[in-house]
């Protein structure tokens, strides 16, 4: 399995980015995607979540603001971050859960390289 991000960049407060997520190896419609984050210091975080029906999960910090579309014939998944917020500022990766169902954000398989997104105020 091969996953690569890319769409990171640097970006001022309320403006948005949309990160993409190009796989090899697993079928987006079969299996539970996230996207995670890690700012400077901070422990790795669960930013938001699709299961292989489409069902969607999203942390409390993004709701509203971040979406996870999934293009099932391009096998790629994105993450469209709108209305920015410095805190956002992280690196951002790409994973997968060779599971249908994604229950938490724990046990994921395989991890992209991630893309650094960063918001100035």
């Known amino acids: 399995v091969q996953l690569v991000e890319s769409g990171g960049g640097s970006v001022q407060t ?4 949309r990160l993409s ?7 987006y419609s079969a299996h539970c995607m996230g996207w995670f984050r890690q ?3 901070k422990g790795r975080e669960g930013v938001a979540h699709i299961n292989g ?3 969607t999960t ?3 910090a993004v709701k509203g603001r971040f979406t996870i579309p999934r293009d099932n014939a391009k096998n ?3 993450l469209q971050m709108n209305s920015l917020k410095p805190e956002d500022t992280a690196m951002y990766y790409c994973a997968a859960k060779f599971t249908y169902f994604c229950g938490d954000y ?5 991890w992209g390289q991630g893309t650094q997104v960063t918001v100035s105020s």
């Open 14 to 17: 309320g403006g948005s980015l």
């Open 21 to 27: 997520c190009a796989a090899s190896g697993v079928t």
């Open 39 to 41: 700012a400077p210091g």
């Open 53 to 55: 029906a489409g069902g």
């Open 58 to 60: 999203y942390a409390d």
């Open 76 to 78: 790629t998944l994105h």
């Open 106 to 110: 724990n046990n994921y398989n395989s």
